[in-house]
C-alpha cells in the first residue's frame, strides 16, 4: 500500500516548500520511490505555475501533476460541491499509487484573508488517508511558547475522524534578528559556531509525549542571498554593467556615504555597495577591489548623475572582472529601503538557490526513522540521491587522506573545504600557504584548522630517493628525479605511493595524461590487470548506470575490453549497483558480424570464463540493453538486455561520444572519470569541472581507497 504523507505548515512563513522538497530527496536517497503532489495552488494571472510544483520539477525531475487553482477551489467550495472537490484531487492523486511508494503531498499556506484553507488542509489529507507532517518555524518562539504554537496547529487534526499527526519539522531554528543599521544584513548574521540550540523534545511536552519531532532544520544565512539581479527585479533598478548579476549574491547591503578610508572593510564577498552617484571615488574602490580578487555582490548607484568615459576606463578591467554596476533614481535611503524589504522567497528561475535549500533540509530530516517508518514496498533502486548519500556516507566511514596537487586551484581550494565541513575525507592541498589562504579569502571561503596544506619547496628533496629506488631500471638519476619532482602531480603521486596518503585527485588544471602518466610510472597497476580505465556513473533521473572505458583506452582489445568489463563490474559493486554488464556494439547477439562486432563477442566469451559469477552478455544494441520493450524483440533471452546497469564500450571513440550525448541531452550529472585498475586510487577530473564535482571525485577516492586496502 502506497504511504502518504501531508506536510502542512503550522502557520505564514513556516518553509513549508522547502521542507517538502527536503523531505522528497530524503527518502529518495534511501531508494524510496516518491513523488509529489500540490493538490490546491494559488496561481495568479501573471503566473500560471505554482512555485511548489516547478522546484518539485527541476530539483527532482519529478513529473507532478499539475494543481487545481485555489480560485476554482474557491468557486465549489461557494457552491457546496466540497465533495466534488475531493474527487477531484483524489483523481489527480490515484495515478500516483500506481508509480511511487511514498508520496509527499504539500498543503496550503494557511491566509488571514482565507481561513477556511486550514479546514482544506484537514480535508485533503483525510481523504487522501495520510500521516500528517507539521512545519513550524521557530522565529523568536522559546520552548514554552513553540509548545503552545504546536498544540494549537496539532489540535486542528485532533477530531476522531480527522488524520494523525505523526510528527513535526522545526524549520529556521536560531533564526537571529536582522541587524539595524548602516550595514543592513539581508540574510542576517550567521549563528556562532559553538551556538547551543534549544533542547526541544526535552522542553517541549508536545514532542517528549505526543508527536516526534522529525528534524531541526538550522538557519543558515546564505540560503537566504538573493542574487544581484533579484534585487534588480524587485526594486526596478537599471543595468549600467549587468556583469554576473545572474550568479552573484548579496549576503548584506552597505550604504557607503563616508570616504573611502573609513569604508574598506565594508569591500567583501557578497556586499552590495549603495552610494550616490557623485561618489566615483567608491566606485573606483570597488573597482579595486574586484580586481584585487574580493568578489563584491556589485555596486548600486542612487539619484541622478553619470559615469564619465575616464571613470568607465578606469573600472573597465574591474567590469570585465563581471562585477555588476546598476542605478536608481531615487536616493540613497528609499533606495536601500526598498532593497532590504524584498521577499526572501527563491525566485523561480533560482534552482542553484533551491538546490542547496532542499539539500540542507534533507541533511537535518531523521532519516532512520523514515527508513524505518515508510517500510518500502518495493525493492530499492539506486537513484542519483541515493548514490550520492551513500557515496557521502561510506567516505565519512573511510576517514582517509586524499592529496589535492593542484593546491591554490580556487575550486579545488572551495572543494576541499566543503570536504572538510562534511567529513568526507581529510584532504591535503600541495602549495604555498600564503597562495592557498588567499585565493580561500578571495571567494570568502573559511579554510577549517585541520586542512593540512603543504610547501612543495620544503620536501621534494625528501622524495628524490625512493623515486630513483622505484624507477631505477629505467634509469632515473637524481637529477633527472628532482626535476620530475618539480611537477606538484608527480610529487603527490610519490606521497601516494609511498604509503603516505590514500589517495589523488587531479585534473582542474593539468590534463588526464598529466594525472594518470605518473600514476602509471611510480603506483602501477594492480596485479593481474591488463590495463588502467575509467567508468562514470551516469545520474539519471530514475537510477545510477555505469559507463566504461569512456576516457583512457583509445581501441582495446578482446582481452583489454573484458578486463574493462570486469573492472567496471567489481566498481559498481564498490558503489552499491547490481553489476548487469551489457557488452555494447553496433549488433546484437548473432545478428552481424565483422571485426568490431566479433571483437566484443571475444571479450564477452573472456570475461564469463574469467568471471562465471558476473551477469554479463553481448554484444548487444544499446537501445536492447537499456530498455526492456526492444530488448523483448531482439534479446529474448537475455539475462541483461533490457535491465543493464554496467554499460562497457568497444572503444573511446563510441564511450566518450555516447556518455557526453546522454549527459548533454538527457541534462544528467556525470560523476567521474575514475580510474580503474591502479593498485591506489588516483582520479582525473574534467578541466570544467563544478565544485561539486570535485567534493564527489574526492568522495569516490575515498571509498576506493577503502576498497583497494581490503584487496591487497
Known amino acids: 500500500?502506497?504511504?502518504?504523507?501531508?506536510?502542512?505548515?503550522?502557520?505564514?512563513?513556516?518553509?513549508?516548500?522547502?521542507?517538502?522538497?527536503?523531505?522528497?530527496?530524503?527518502?529518495?536517497?534511501?531508494?524510496?520511490?516518491?513523488?509529489?503532489?500540490?493538490?490546491?495552488?494559488?496561481?495568479?494571472?501573471?503566473?500560471?505555475?505554482?512555485?511548489s510544483v516547478h522546484f518539485a520539477r527541476f530539483t527532482g525531475n519529478l513529473d507532478c501533476p499539475e494543481p487545481i487553482a485555489l480560485a476554482e477551489a474557491q468557486q465549489m467550495l461557494s457552491q457546496g460541491d466540497q465533495g466534488l472537490l475531493m474527487e477531484r484531487v483524489i483523481e489527480k492523486y490515484q495515478p500516483l499509487m500506481q508509480k511511487f511508494d511514498v508520496i509527499i503531498v504539500e498543503g496550503l499556506v494557511p491566509d488571514r484573508n482565507e481561513p477556511y484553507t486550514v479546514r482544506l488542509n484537514v480535508d485533503i489529507a483525510n481523504n487522501l488517508d495520510a500521516e500528517v507532517i507539521l512545519v513550524a518555524a521557530q522565529d523568536e518562539m522559546d520552548c514554552a511558547e513553540l509548545d503552545q504554537h504546536l498544540k494549537i496547529a496539532a489540535g486542528l487534526y485532533a477530531a476522531p475522524e480527522d488524520p494523525d499527526v505523526i510528527g513535526v519539522v522545526l524549520n529556521k531554528v536560531g533564526k537571529p534578528q536582522a541587524r539595524q543599521d548602516q550595514t543592513l544584513a539581508l540574510t542576517h548574521e550567521p549563528q556562532p559556531a559553538n551556538a547551543k540550540l534549544p533542547a526541544f523534545e526535552h522542553d517541549c511536552p508536545i514532542l517528549k509525549n505526543q508527536i516526534r519531532l522529525l528534524g531541526v532544520i538550522p538557519w543558515e544565512p546564505r540560503l537566504s542571498a538573493p542574487r544581484v539581479v533579484d534585487l534588480a527585479r524587485a526594486a526596478h533598478l537599471s543595468v549600467l554593467h549587468a556583469g554576473e548579476m545572474e550568479t552573484r549574491r548579496v549576503s548584506k547591503i552597505s550604504v557607503c556615504a563616508r570616504t573611502v578610508g573609513n569604508l574598506l572593510h565594508e569591500f567583501t564577498p557578497g556586499h552590495l555597495i549603495v552610494t550616490p552617484y557623485d561618489r566615483v571615488d567608491v566606485l573606483i574602490a570597488a573597482a579595486m577591489a574586484t580586481m584585487n580578487g574580493v568578489p563584491l555582490a556589485g555596486v548600486v548607484l542612487t539619484g541622478d548623475g553619470e559615469i564619465t568615459a575616464a571613470v568607465k576606463a578606469i573600472c573597465h578591467n574591474a567590469f570585465q572582472a563581471g562585477l555588476p554596476v546598476l542605478c536608481s533614481n531615487i536616493d540613497t535611503l528609499p533606495t536601500v529601503v526598498k532593497l532590504s524589504n524584498i521577499t526572501k522567497e527563491v525566485p523561480k528561475d533560482d534552482i542553484s538557490r533551491m538546490e542547496d535549500v532542499v539539500s540542507h533540509v534533507a541533511e537535518n530530516l531523521d532519516l532512520a526513522w523514515f527508513k524505518d517508518?515508510?517500510?518500502?514496498?518495493?525493492?530499492?533502486?539506486?537513484?542519483?540521491?541515493?548514490?550520492?548519500?551513500?557515496?557521502?556516507?561510506?567516505?565519512?566511514?573511510?576517514?582517509?587522506?586524499?592529496?589535492?596537487?593542484?593546491?591554490n586551484e580556487p575550486r579545488t581550494v572551495a572543494a576541499a573545504a566543503i570536504c572538510h565541513q562534511r567529513g568526507l575525507a581529510q584532504c591535503v592541498l600541495i602549495g604555498k600557504a600564503d597562495e592557498i589562504h588567499a585565493v580561500a579569502n578571495s571567494q570568502g571561503i573559511h579554510l577549517p584548522d585541520n586542512i593540512r596544506i603543504i610547501d612543495p619547496d620544503a620536501i621534494?628533496?625528501?622524495?628524490?630517493?625512493?623515486?630513483?629506488?622505484?624507477?631505477?631500471?629505467?634509469?632515473?638519476?637524481?637529477?633527472?628525479?628532482?626535476?620530475?619532482?618539480?611537477?606538484?602531480?608527480?610529487?603527490?603521486?610519490?606521497?601516494?605511493?609511498?604509503?603516505?596518503?590514500?589517495?589523488?585527485?587531479?585534473?582542474?588544471?593539468?590534463?588526464?595524461?598529466?594525472?594518470?602518466?605518473?600514476?602509471?610510472?611510480?603506483?602501477?597497476?594492480?596485479?593481474?590487470?591488463?590495463?588502467?580505465?575509467?567508468?562514470?556513473?551516469?545520474?539519471?533521473?530514475?537510477?545510477?548506470?555505469?559507463?566504461?572505458?569512456?576516457?583512457?583506452?583509445?581501441?582495446?582489445?578482446?582481452?583489454?575490453?573484458?578486463?574493462?568489463?570486469?573492472?567496471?563490474?567489481?566498481?559498481?559493486?564498490?558503489?552499491?549497483?547490481?553489476?548487469?554488464?551489457?557488452?555494447?556494439?553496433?549488433?546484437?547477439?548473432?545478428?552481424?558480424?565483422?571485426?568490431?562486432?566479433?571483437?566484443?563477442?571475444?571479450?564477452?566469451?573472456?570475461?564469463?570464463?574469467?568471471?562465471?559469477?558476473?551477469?554479463?552478455?553481448?554484444?548487444?544494441?544499446?537501445?536492447?540493453?537499456?530498455?526492456?520493450?526492444?530488448?523483448?524483440?531482439?534479446a529474448p533471452d537475455s539475462p541483461v538486455a533490457g535491465k543493464a546497469t554496467v554499460f562497457i564500450f568497444?572503444?573511446?571513440?563510441?564511450?566518450?561520444?555516447?556518455?557526453?550525448?546522454?549527459?548533454?541531452?538527457?541534462?544528467?550529472?556525470?560523476?567521474?572519470?575514475?580510474?580503474?585498475?591502479?593498485?591506489?586510487?588516483?582520479?582525473?577530473?574534467?578541466?570544467?569541472?563544478?565544485?561539486?564535482?570535485?567534493?564527489?571525485?574526492?568522495?569516490?577516492?575515498?571509498?576506493q581507497a577503502t576498497q583497494v586496502k581490503s584487496e591487497s
Do not use: W
Open 460 to 634: 621534494r628533496e625528501d622524495y628524490v630517493a625512493p623515486m630513483v629506488e622505484l624507477r631505477k631500471h629505467k634509469g632515473l638519476t637524481p637529477q633527472m628525479a628532482l626535476a620530475m619532482l618539480e611537477d606538484n602531480v608527480v610529487l603527490a603521486t610519490m606521497m601516494v605511493a609511498l604509503d603516505e596518503m590514500d589517495g589523488l585527485v587531479s585534473g582542474a588544471v593539468n590534463t588526464t595524461a598529466n594525472t594518470v602518466r605518473p600514476a602509471l610510472q611510480l603506483i602501477k597497476t594492480m596485479p593481474g590487470a591488463k590495463v588502467v580505465s575509467s567508468v562514470f556513473f551516469m545520474c539519471l533521473p530514475e537510477q545510477v548506470l555505469v559507463y566504461g572505458d569512456c576516457a583512457i583506452n583509445p581501441d582495446p582489445n578482446a582481452e583489454e575490453l573484458a578486463d574493462i568489463a570486469i573492472q567496471s563490474a567489481e566498481s559498481a559493486l564498490t558503489f552499491g549497483i547490481e553489476p548487469k554488464i551489457a557488452m555494447i556494439s553496433y549488433s546484437t547477439g548473432e545478428s552481424g558480424s565483422g571485426s568490431d562486432v566479433d571483437k566484443v563477442r571475444e571479450a564477452t566469451r573472456i570475461a564469463k570464463e574469467r568471471r562465471p559469477d558476473l551477469i554479463i552478455d553481448g554484444p548487444l544494441q544499446y537501445d536492447a540493453a537499456a530498455i526492456e520493450s526492444v530488448a523483448r524483440t531482439k
Open 373 to 407: 517508518h515508510c517500510k518500502k514496498l518495493r525493492a530499492a533502486r539506486l537513484s542519483p540521491p541515493a548514490f550520492r548519500y551513500q557515496l557521502s556516507e561510506r567516505a565519512r566511514a573511510a576517514a582517509k587522506t586524499i592529496v589535492l596537487p593542484e593546491g
Open 1 to 51: 500500500m502506497t504511504r502518504c504523507f501531508f506536510i502542512a505548515p503550522s502557520a505564514l512563513n513556516s518553509g513549508l516548500t522547502s521542507v517538502a522538497l527536503g523531505i522528497v530527496r530524503s527518502l529518495d536517497s534511501l531508494g524510496i520511490r516518491v513523488g509529489f503532489f500540490k493538490p490546491i495552488a494559488p496561481f495568479t494571472e501573471d503566473d500560471k505555475e505554482d512555485s
Open 650 to 703: 568497444p572503444d573511446l571513440n563510441t564511450g566518450n561520444t555516447t556518455y557526453k550525448a546522454v549527459q548533454r541531452s538527457a541534462n544528467v550529472i556525470s560523476v567521474g572519470p575514475m580510474l580503474q585498475g591502479l593498485k591506489k586510487p588516483v582520479n582525473d577530473l574534467s578541466r570544467g569541472a563544478l565544485i561539486e564535482d570535485i567534493v564527489f571525485t574526492i568522495a569516490l577516492t575515498a571509498v
